[in-house]
């Protein structure tokens, strides 16, 4: 019986959640990386000193996905998926910001509503 409301819970962890897109845009766009967005070969990350509390001491980052890997090999095989390669490809498009987001909504947007108060 009810099998599944095991299916809906797992579907609502957290745990191995990832950035969402205009995060990871965000920080390259912090980082100075924007070549890296549409360049797969460009995208090194900066050299950064080793952090034990990271897989691989924090050498081996996809600044696409913002993931850490224990080895160059677990990154080239990274870099070859399609997850990998999906991820690039939405990151390539521009997030959308809080202003088309509200006029999409219809706030902050006219309508025409100034010419009908005039009138009265």
Known sequence: MHHG?????RGTRTKRRTKDL???HE??????????INDIAAAQSPAIDPDETLPGMGQFHCIHCDRHFIS???KTRHLASKVHRKRVKLLREEPYSQKE????VGLGT????????SDI
């Open 5 to 9: 409301i095991r299916d809906v819970k």
């Open 101 to 104: 987001a509200e006029g999409a």
């Open 27 to 36: 920080s390259i766009v912090k980082t100075g990386l924007i070549p890296a």
């Open 22 to 24: 205009d995060q990871i």
């Open 72 to 74: 160059e090999d677990a």
């Open 110 to 117: 006219d309508k025409g509503l100034s010419q009908d108060m």
